[in-house]
Nanobody, 115 residues
Framework: VQLVESGGGLVQAGGSLRLSCAAS????????MGWYRQAPGKQRDVVAS???????NYADSVKGRFTISRDNAKNTVYLEMNSLKPEDTAVYYC??????????WGQGTQVTVSS
């Protein structure tokens, strides 16, 4: 299974971006999918997650600004990011956990928010 992210880029503070994570196969096999991010010199932190039943969780720092969703027909998970701040600048990684809790990772996409 491959996870391919897209949608990153450069945006001004207050702007929006939508990240996509396309899986090479059905996402029904995954208990949970979501996004992590890693800023330079910092650890990788969870941003948001969504279960097969579409239950969602968010890091406190993005609640109310980011929305995670999934389209099972397209085998794709999205992260809608609004009201972006410079501190949201990071490489964003898509991840998935299968039924056996085996993790899968995408290659990452850069998000840069200018002040």
């Amino acid at each position: 299974v491959q996870l391919v992210e897209s949608g990153g880029g450069l945006v001004q503070a207050g702007g929006s971006l939508r990240l996509s994570c396309a899986a090479s196969g059905s996402i029904f096999r995954f208990n949970t999918m979501g996004w992590y991010r890693q800023a330079p010199g910092k650890q990788r932190d969870v941003v948001a997650s969504i279960t097969g039943g579409s239950n969602t969780n968010y890091a406190d720092s993005v609640k109310g600004r980011f929305t995670i969703s999934r389209d099972n027909a397209k085998n794709t998970v999205y992260l809608e990011m609004n009201s972006l701040k410079p501190e949201d600048t990071a490489v964003y990684y898509c991840y998935a956990l299968d039924i056996g809790l085996r993790p899968y990772w995408g290659q990452g996409t850069q998000v840069t928010v200018s002040s």
